[in-house]
Nanobody, 126 residues
Framework: QVQLVESGGGLVQAGGSLRLSCAASGRTSNIGTMAWFRQAPGKERESVATITWSSSRTYYADSVKGRFTISRDNMKNMVYLQMNSLKPEDTAEYYC???????????????????WGKGTLVTVSS
């Protein structure tokens, strides 16, 4: 089993920045790929960014390209999401997620996920 714990959410004005962190623990050797998803009220959960655990290849949703950066620190078992130029439409609960097994070389989908964190809330005011 893998446990994921997010931190770093909060309230920020439009145009501002936040950095989310995700701490992975347990059988982290199982992890193939990690990702950030988000879910706004009344909407489906959507994939935001993906990073492969070993090779650090990254993939982004079109809505965040050029503004968000996903990174990881394997020594610390941490994954980060740097969010710049935030917009009110970025307001959502953000979830860290991981799949087990081999690396998936694309943006992860919800059906790919084996492990979920509990989420951290990001609110962007206009």
């Amino acid at each position: 089993q893998v446990q994921l714990v997010e931190s770093g959410g909060g309230l920020v004005q439009a145009g501002g920045s936040l950095r989310l962190s995700c701490a992975a623990s347990g059988r982290t050797s199982n992890i193939g790929t990690m990702a950030w998803f988000r879910q706004a009220p009344g909407k489906e959960r959507e994939s935001v960014a993906t990073i492969t655990w070993s090779s650090s290849r990254t993939y982004y949703a079109d809505s965040v390209k050029g503004r968000f950066t996903i990174s990881r620190d394997n020594m610390k078992n941490m994954v980060y999401l740097q969010m710049n130029s935030l917009k009110p439409e970025d307001t959502a609960e953000y979830y860290c997620a991981a799949d087990s097994g081999r690396e998936l070389l694309r943006l992860l989908r919800t059906r790919d996920i084996d492990y979920w964190g509990k989420g951290t809330l990001v609110t962007v005011s206009s």
